[in-house]
């Protein structure tokens, strides 16, 4: 049977209680979202032998996150990833956005969507169940035009899968961007670095960057590079290589850009770990995904059973437009405008092998 529970998880400074909501499907799997940030603090999820782990990073406690937290398992916006001096134009208009990653702009900037409490509904559909979480971000928060009326719907299948709907309305023209930041650790939060985790992903290009971690505008191909995950390859195995891209992520933190994208649910993604046999796969309706190795990590983090967030212990695959895609016209378009409604949906589908 699936189940649905909420509890209590606190109250943030302002006053605003927190809640953490469970969801269980038929199958064991166990899924715990907080409306504060619409944060996955749990994901458990058998192994080969049928045994459960926590395949997320995340802290035990709501004071955690306020804190400090590297957008653990947060959904981001208003705009996913970096936007270049913090400024763009929109219809002629220079916009200027909060600057929070150098000069740049990050992850929707000081306090973006991973940060602010959101209101939240049950959601059931098809003997499935559901969390539905809505935030109404003012005109003008962070430097972005537009007030954005954002709908998240996390959805736990009986098949496994973590289904995640995004859509978006505004009143004046905008750029939009969501995205969820979970950090993965197939073989259980605590269990160490992700560098045997083996990864294959469905893009044969991919967008440089330069120091700042901003593109430099190129969709490069990626054959004979330590980018080339279109056969599944360990995580680790080419990351101290010599390359200028790996020395300015600190590692992997690059958009891959999908091929074949004509906005239908594709695979994008697809993560094996040999130990648990636990297999992750990513579908998305997104052009793109943002491969990021737990660079940043470096045991500062202390997570959930005092677990210390060692370097690289997590990976993101985080679906998306094109970072800067504002600056870069001939990126797919971010902009959304009143009367139209930004749809995206990506599932992260849990198996064995
Ligand atoms: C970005 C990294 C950033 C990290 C923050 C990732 O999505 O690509 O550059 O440091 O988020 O935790």
């Known amino acids: 049977m699936s189940a ?56 035990d406690s709501l004071s955690a996150y306020l804190e400090d937290s590297p957008y653990l398992g947060a959904i981001v916006g208003r705009y996913g990833n970096r936007i270049g001096a913090g400024r763009f ?3 002629g208009v220079e916009y200027k ?8 702009h990050l992850h929707g900037g000081l306090k973006g969507f991973d940060k602010v409490v959101w209101g939240a509904e049950p959601y059931s559909g098809d003997g499935e169940t559901g969390l539905r979480l809505t935030y109404v971000s003012a005109d003008g928060e962070e430097g972005y035009p537009g007030r954005l009326t954002a709908t998240v719907t996390y959805i736990l299948t009986n098949e ?6 995004y859509s978006a309305e505004t009143d004046k023209p905008t750029v939009v961007n969501l995205t969820h930041h979970s950090y993965f650790n197939l073989a259980g939060h605590d269990a160490g670095d992700i560098l045997g985790h083996e990864l294959a992903l469905a893009a044969s290009r991919f967008t ?19 980018m080339d995950f279109r056969t ?31 906005g239908s649910l594709r695979i994008a993604a697809r993560v094996y770990e040999p130990g648990s046999g636990r297999v992750m796969e990513v579908y998305t309706t997104e052009p793109a995904i943002q491969f990021y190795s737990g660079n ?58």
């Open 296 to 353: 940043f990590l470096d045991g500062s983090n202390v997570g959930k059973d005092d677990a210390p967030y060692e370097h690289r212990s997590g990976f993101c695959l985080e679906t998306q437009h094109f970072p800067d895609s504002p600056n870069q016209p001939h990126f797919p378009s971010t902009v959304l405008r009143p009367g139209e409604r930004y749809e995206s949906t990506t599932i992260y589908k849990f198996s064995i092998q």
């Open 208 to 226: 440089p960057v330069d120091a700042g971690l901003i593109p430099t505008g190129e969709l490069r191909h990626l054959a004979g590079s330590p």
């Open 4 to 59: 649905y529970q909420v509890e209590s998880f606190g109250t943030t400074p302002e006053g605003v209680e927190v809640e953490l909501y469970t969801l269980t499907n038929a199958g064991e799997v166990e899924v715990r979202i907080t409306n504060y940030g619409g944060i996955i603090t749990h994901l458990r999820v058998p192994d080969r032998d049928g045994e459960l782990a926590d395949v997320v990073l995340g802290y």
């Open 160 to 165: 496994n899968e973590l289904v995640i709907e």
């Open 232 to 262: 599944s390859t360990p995580i680790g195995s080419r990351i101290e290589d010599p390359d200028e891209q790996l020395e300015f992520g600190g590692g992997y933190d690059h958009n891959f850009v999908l091929d074949d994208h004509d």
């Open 97 to 104: 956005l909060a600057t929070n990653n150098g000069d740049n």
């Open 89 to 91: 134009l929109l219809d």
